[in-house]
Structures are given as C-alpha cells and as structure tokens.
C-alpha cells in the first residue's frame, strides 16, 4: 500500500447558466495540487504551502478535512492522514475552490487506502466539504471534480449522478475578477419562489443545453445558456457583469454566463484562439473597471482527479 502521493484536482463551473445545483463541468486548469500521506498518527493534519494564507488549518473547518473525516467516518477508519497544499483554487472565486479541495481529499485517500469505493461513491463524502463552505450540500462542483466532464445531478435524494458528453470542439473561457464572493452569501439573495414563466422558461433552457451536449450543437448549446432566475439576481453583484457578457459575445462566445455563485464568468466557443479572444475581451472590461483578474482557456476536463507523483 502506498504511504503517500500526490494529485491534481480540478477546479469546476457548476450551475452552467439554467442548471442551478445540477448541472457541472471539470476543467482542465486551475486546479488543486496537494501530497496526501498516511499517518501513523490518528487524526487529519492540514498544512498549507499555497500562496493563500486564509485557509483554515484545523480539519474541522476546512472543506477537505471534513470531507476525509466523513469518509473515514464511513469505513469505520482510524488511519491518519496529513493534507499539504501545493496549490489552491482561489476561494471565493466560484469555481470550485471547496469542491476541488473536497474532492482531492476523499480521492486521494481512497487511493491510499487501496479503492474500498468507486470513485462515484466519493461524492457524497466530498457533498460535505461543500456543506461546510457554503452551508449546502450541493454536488455540482464536487461530481465533475471527481468524475470528470459534464455530469448532472438528477436527484438528491436518493443522490444521482448521470454523465454526460462533452462536444469535441467545446472550449472554455474563464475570468476570474479579483473580488470575493462567498457562496454562502451569494445562497442568501436568491429568491425562495419563482413564476411558472420562469420555471418554463428555466427548464427549456436545461433541457437544451443537455441536448445540445448530446447532439453536439453548438448552436443550441449557445441558445440554452440562459438564466432567467439566478443570474439577474447574482449579477449584481459581480461590478462590469453585463459589459464583460457583452464583450465575450461580441467576441464570439456561443454563450456566457456566472460560474457557480461568482465572481467568475464562463462563456463557451468552439476554438482556442477565439476562447483565448474572449478570455481577453473579458479582462479589458476589467482593466478598464481598474479590476485586477485572472484569466485560463480550458478545454473540459474529462479525467477528473489525477495522481501526478
């Protein structure tokens, strides 16, 4: 059995415009980087050689300490481990920073452990990383982290998880504007009823956008990437959200949207050098807002987790 190793996790765009708490995909960059190793001392050690100071130490409230402890939990464990972070997703970014965490955890012990689970059946354990970020269990940062690809959540209860295809020529454009949005907050201003319109609205939407996956159509991929419940909402309160949608699309994109709760937008096109166009029409707008961000081309990332050493 193997004492120690180390992986990669990638980081995650969850909702994916209409698909709140359902609908997700990994990418290819950022991403996690941590040394997981078994201990001969019982408990879960944190520490961090990221460039991040804010993480919390103790495993009890760090996203990837609760996930492994649910899991070790789960198989009755008393075996130790010791979690040193390499690199980090920014937190508060809104791709996935706790889910990557959670997931690069929970994989990276079940590795060790010699796989008493499937890598599917890790989501639930990883749910609880994100329970302890954001206050909810949600799986549509934490399934993709894990599994890799497009995946949705067709149910909570009982939890279940349906892989779906990515396109081949499907690219990604993220900026990441440098504030912080805490999903836990960004949770607070949604609305607690919607119309019927919008229900309507919101579900041909969903529906066409995993169709358009299916049937790789790009065109309807762009159409269903509307929101007409959580992004009028969020959008505030992320500063140059509109002009950024609008410079993504006048460069190009099939669509944009919020990743996860934000501060992050996503926007879909069909090649890297237009990915990277819209990438970096995007961070214009915030140049001229005098916002600092982050910018990564990606295409989708369909292995999830990968050990690296």
Request: overall charge neutral.
């Amino acid at each position: 059995m193997e004492k120690e190793i180390k992986l990669f996790a990638p980081a995650t765009v969850a909702n994916v415009a209409a698909g709140f708490d359902i609908l997700g995909f990994a990418l290819e960059k950022p991403g996690d980087e941590i040394i997981i190793k078994r201990s001969n001392t019982p408990g879960i050690r944190i520490i961090n050689q990221s460039s991040f100071t804010s993480m919390p130490l103790a495993p009890e409230k760090n996203t990837s300490g609760v996930a492994l402890q649910a899991f070790l939990n789960h198989l009755e464990s008393k075996q130790g481990f010791e979690i040193t972070f390499l690199k980090k997703v920014k937190p508060g970014s809104g791709i996935g920073s706790s889910a990557a965490s959670s997931a690069a955890a929970v994989f990276g012990a079940n590795e060790l452990l010699d796989r008493p689970l499937s890598t599917k059946d890790l989501v639930i354990f990883a749910m609880e990383g994100e329970r302890c970020a954001s206050g909810s269990a949600h799986a549509d940062n934490v399934a993709p982290a894990l599994l890799g690809g497009f995946v949705l959540i067709r149910s909570y209860r009982p939890l279940d998880i349906v892989p779906l295809p990515t396109p081949e020529q499907l690219y990604c454009s993220i900026i990441h504007p440098q504030i912080e949005l805490k999903t836990e907050d960004a949770r607070k201003v949604l609305r607690k009823q919607i119309t019927l319109q919008d229900a309507i609205t919101q579900w041909g939407n969903t529906a066409g956008l995993i169709a358009g996956l299916f049937m790789e159509d790009y065109g309807l991929i762009g159409r269903s990437l509307q929101d007409v419940i959580i992004e009028p909402i969020r959008s505030v309160l992320i500063p140059g959200y509109e002009n950024m949608k609008e410079a993504a699309m006048t460069a190009g994109a099939l669509g944009c949207n919020i990743s996860g709760s934000g501060p992050s937008l996503f926007a879909f096109s069909t090649s890297s050098d237009k990915a990277t166009h819209i990438a970096e029409s995007m961070q214009k707008v915030c140049s001229s807002l005098n916002i600092d961000s982050d910018i990564y081309v990606s295409r989708v990332n369909k292995k999830g987790p990968v050990i690296t050493g």
